[in-house]
Nanobody, 123 residues
């Protein structure tokens, strides 16, 4: 079992940057595919980015491609989401997830989740 704890959210002006972190417990962290979803108020949870266990394969939703970068440090059991050129529409609670593979963009397919961290981008 994996426990996930996100950090790094906050309030930032449009055009600014934030780096989210997701620290995982468990000795098998390096076996898991990791990623991020986000959920805006009153909306469904949406896929943002994913990284495979070795870190050499990533995938992003089109709306963040070129602005966000997902990475991981298996020695630290941590996955990161570097967010640059932030826009007001990026405002959401960001959730880290973990599972044995990337199963697509339906959040119901993933077993392990963090508690979420709020990102607010002001215009």
């Amino acid at each position: 079992q994996v426990q996930l704890v996100e950090s790094g959210g906050g309030l930032v002006q449009a055009g600014g940057s934030l780096r989210l972190s997701c620290a995982a417990s468990g000795r098998t962290f390096s076996r898991y595919t990791m990623g991020w979803f986000r959920q805006a108020p009153g909306k469904e949870r949406k896929f943002v980015a994913v990284i495979n266990w070795s870190g050499d394969n990533t995938n992003y939703v089109d709306s963040v491609e070129g602005r966000f970068t997902i990475s991981r440090d298996n020695a630290k059991n941590t996955v990161y989401l570097q967010m640059n050129s932030l826009k007001p529409e990026d405002t959401a609670v960001y959730y880290c997830f973990a599972d044995y593979a990337y199963y697509g963009n339906d959040p119901r397919k993933y077993d392990y989740w963090g508690q979420g961290t709020q990102v607010t981008v002001s215009s």
